[in-house]
Nanobody
Framework: QVQLVESGGGLVQAGDSLRLSCTAA????????VGWFRQAPGKEREFVAA????????YYADSVKGRFTVSRDNAKNTVYLQMDSLKPDDTAVYYC?????????????????WGQGTLVTVSS
């Protein structure tokens, strides 16, 4: 059973930075891509960023490109999401998930294990 735990969320002001972490317990995800998604109040879950199994490729939603950076440390079984220049529109619960091999990085249906989420609130 794969368990993913997100951490690092909090309340910040517009323009600030946060770094989210996603740590896997149980079987590792070193051989899998990992994605970050977010869900704002009253909205559907949306793709934010993803990274392939060895960290050599990353993918971003247009809304976060240039501001967010995804990275991973397989030795620590952890994936990070560095969020800079945060905006109030970035307010959401952020989830990490493990991707099934051979599927789209941006589709939530491609991911089989999800964390419980961490709340990020950006005030103006």
């Amino acid at each position: 059973q794969v368990q993913l735990v997100e951490s690092g969320g909090g309340l910040v002001q517009a323009g600030d930075s946060l770094r989210l972490s996603c740590t896997a317990a149980g079987p590792t995800f070193s051989g899998y891509g990992v994605g970050w998604f977010r869900q704002a109040p009253g909205k559907e879950r949306e793709f934010v960023a993803a990274i392939n199994w060895d960290g050599t490729s990353s993918y971003y939603a247009d809304s976060v490109k240039g501001r967010f950076t995804v990275s991973r440390d397989n030795a620590k079984n952890t994936v990070y999401l560095q969020m800079d220049s945060l905006k109030p529109d970035d307010t959401a619960v952020y989830y990490c998930a493990r991707r099934r091999s051979g599927t789209s990085y941006s589709a939530s249906a491609s991911y089989s294990y999800w964390g419980q989420g961490t709340l990020v609130t950006v005030s103006s």
